[in-house]
């Protein structure tokens, strides 16, 4: 079955950088659109990035994140990462990686890791 798997996590502090990985099994992961989550506690799950399943698709970021994080993906490992720089404290929050088992970043997600959290603090 379809499995995501995220690692990567921990405490950090404000300044410092983080990779999240995401392992995929269980589909073609090479087709398929991958995206990065996350939810604060008390606030709506927001999408931070996104990278789609078409060979030279441009990945996209949520303005808050844009020129401090950057998706990539390893089709040969089935593997995609966040890599994330010059954090704050907001952007604190448990983050999941999902596929909407397409290759469009606009469809509707379907399946969904068990998250990992990202605490920013001094």
């Known amino acids: 079955q379809v499995q995501l798997v995220e690692s990567g996590g921990g405490l950090v502090q404000p300044g410092g950088s983080l990779r999240l990985s995401c392992a995929a099994s269980?589909?073609?992961?090479?087709?398929?659109?991958v995206g990065w989550f996350r939810q604060a506690p008390g606030k709506k799950r927001e999408g931070v990035s996104c990278?789609?399943?078409?060979?030279?698709?441009?990945?996209t970021y949520a303005d808050s994140v844009k020129g401090r994080f950057t998706i990539s993906r390893d089709n040969a490992k089935n593997m995609v990462y966040l890599q994330m720089n010059s954090l704050k404290p907001e952007d604190t929050a448990v983050y999941y990686c999902?596929?909407?088992?397409?290759?469009?970043?606009?469809?509707?997600?379907?399946?969904w890791g068990q998250g990992t959290q990202v605490t920013v603090s001094s």
């Open positions: 269980g589909f073609t992961f090479e087709i398929n659109a």
């Open positions: 999902a596929t909407p088992m397409g290759s469009s970043c606009l469809e509707v997600y379907e399946e």
């Open positions: 990278i789609g399943g078409t060979s030279g698709s441009i990945p």
